[in-house]
């Protein structure tokens, strides 16, 4: 955990959560993490446990160039890889353990940016974890990113944030989320979607 953002929401979870493996979602106030709002959304789980934007701050929205209110997680993500970052949301909720992932953002241009995407699981009562709280920052701001939208996210790594033993509760299996990619895997991965943008770019002049 290396931006900002990420170790702030962490670090506003871990407080507001108390002795509980994850906090109500009555016990977040947007006020005491105003600063970082533009950075941060919130996903709520579906009947067939494919998560979707309930929140979506200002930042994220400029950075996909539209409104994600109300689409799917896996629309974020490069159309090969939509069911991982599905299932590292699924197994945060179900296991109730907070993930942090990485990725690369991808513009029609070419460009590129590494991201940090925090998920922190948050219940809506005290038996039910169907929401998730999360960040997306980029490693570095340049002046780019804003003017050219992101066409996609790659996952390039997950982990876990096991801080202290966590309950698990009671619902249908799903894999917790893993290291999916190994690091030699999401390297041949952004070049192989880099290659396939400028080839794009070029067959459109």
């Not at 998920?119 to 999360?134: E, N, Q």
Request: proline share 5%.
């Amino acid at each position: 955990m290396r931006h900002k953002t990420s170790i702030e929401v962490f670090t506003y979870w871990e407080h507001i959560r108390g002795n509980a493996d994850a906090p109500l979602r009555n016990l977040i106030q947007p006020s005491a993490i105003g600063h970082i709002l533009p950075e941060l959304f919130v996903l709520e789980n579906t009947a067939d446990d494919n998560p979707r934007f309930r929140l979506a701050g200002t930042a994220i929205c400029n950075l996909m160039g539209r409104e994600i209110r109300g689409e799917s997680f896996a629309a974020l993500w490069a159309g090969s890889q939509q069911d991982d970052p599905i299932r590292i949301a699924a197994g945060v909720m179900n296991h109730a353990v907070p993930a942090l992932v990485h990725a690369t953002g991808y513009c029609i241009s070419g460009r590129s940016m590494t991201f940090e995407m925090m998920l922190l699981p948050v219940r809506t009562a005290h038996d039910t974890c169907d929401r998730l709280l999360g960040s997306l920052s980029p490693a570095v701001h340049s002046a780019w990113l804003g003017n050219e939208r992101l066409e996609f996210l790659a996952l390039d790594r997950s982990r876990l944030l096991r801080e202290r033993r966590m309950r698990l509760i009671d619902a249908p299996a799903h894999p917790e989320p893993m290291n999916l990619l190994s690091h030699q895997e999401s390297t041949s991965l952004g070049e192989w979607v880099r290659r396939k943008l400028i080839q794009a770019k070029n067959g459109a002049r």
